[in-house]
DNA sequence: CCTCTGGATGTCAGAGCCTGACATGACTGC
DNA sequence: GCAGTCATGTCAGGCTCTGACATCCAGAGG
């Protein structure tokens, strides 16, 4: 009931089934539909995909990798957005534009990054993976603007602060009936998150911010530029 | 050989030797020096902490679990600034003191900190954990601040930015050779966003962030107060 | 045509994580 | 006393993941 899978025995038919890993992904997407993730033994995607347990663990390190194998392949899109970018870019609206660069991927697969998002929301496993993902992409951002000669701290506070408005979008593009792309609701973000460390200037600034003359540069006003 | 936990037999001797959770806990941390996160089994913790493997889980559902099981009143710690913080305050800065009051907590166990965060550093596993701990702290930080009737978007990105600004702190705590308390690393951070967030005016706009409309805002020069 | 080699897969055994079901034993309240 | 309760123990078992070794087929070279 499963070797229907390639060509039956004609063509001089591959040593083995090709595309092993693919199948792989696919049964175990389609499993955990329809049975749910942890109803879904490692052993029956790999009998799905007409191999053994034991070879399903040569291809992914995990039973939750089989969802986040694709991971890198956006890791690289975003960086080589972040190199290509001119050297006269402000570093934020580097990295802003470098994530935004992601965004056709994400319209292409509309539905299947949402049914497999509903999948990663439901399990507190998956959804630790996702979260060291968006590490190494955090990781993977620094590195390159490292690569810019943008100094290590600022790269680090950037990339974080990259990877949060990515998040953010990502959210609100999951959400967003009004179906705009991921770009748009990056810049959204930006907006909001200039909007928010502006500072005031209208509430009373209270002193005890001083912890040790951490706040000496607190009361600066806007005129950095 | 292990029977020398609490007091011998005399004193009307409990039920059970108190603390088995605090037993666990000492027992983990101290495996894990000895031997190793993953040379250590969690029949180990709990001979060591004179239980058994299946009441470790009955405290602990995982095994990582018994490195963070601490996290939540860390996190109580932080809501209940943001509630206490004057109704004046504008909401980044409220955010950043209350994560600010957690600063004692981590003074008071430098050295315990810090062998922690080495094991953490060095498994993936627990980097995950941390991970997915700090998202609850995201989470926390959210509700507090929608309690104050910060905006849904608002507070979402500014509690996903006051948990960035946290760990970039506490990164530079944890490496920081003059031992300057995580106060002030917090304050740095939050200067140094502010610095980075901040339009630069220099460079040229390119254009092309305007897809649909988001860069409505994005020329606006600083005078909001 | 044969053999050798290598890579992808299979088989097997086993450790470790984690859970459910049920048993025990001591303290508590009546 | 006697029942109830709560922390713990005992047991069985499933699933994840790994190491060691076997197999099987294709292509290279003789």
Not at 140 to 152: D, G, K, M
Request: net charge positive.
């Amino acid at each position: 009931m499963s070797s229907l899978a390639g060509s039956p025995t004609l063509t001089r038919m591959a040593r083995w089934e090709p595309n092993a890993l693919e199948r792989l992904r696919a049964a175990a997407l389609e499993l955990f539909e329809e049975r749910g993730y942890d109803r879904t033994t490692v052993g029956d995607i790999a009998a799905r995909a007409d191999l053994t347990e034991r070879t399903f663990f040569r291809y992914f390190t995990d039973k939750r990798e089989v969802l986040f194998s694709g991971s890198e392949e956006l890791e690289k899109l975003i960086v080589s957005g972040v190199a290509s970018a001119p050297k006269t870019m402000a570093p934020l609206e580097v990295v802003v534009e470098a994530l935004a660069a992601s965004s056709p991927v994400f319209e292409a697969r509309r539905t299947h990054v949402r049914k497999r998002q509903a999948l990663i929301a439901a399990h507190a496993e998956l959804r630790e993976r996702e979260l060291i993902k968006s590490t190494r992409l955090t990781a993977a951002l620094l590195a390159s603007l490292r690569e810019r000669c943008v100094p290590q701290a600022t790269a680090a506070l950037l990339a974080q602060t990259g990877t949060t408005l990515f998040h953010n979008a990502f959210e609100r593009w999951i959400e967003d009936s009004k179906e705009r792309d991921l770009a748009h609701h990056l810049q959204e973000a930006l907006i909001a998150l200039r909007l928010l460390t502006a500072e005031t200037g209208t509430g009373k600034r209270r002193g005890k911010t001083s912890s040790k003359g951490g706040a000496k540069l607190s009361d600066r006003r806007r005129r950095d530029s």
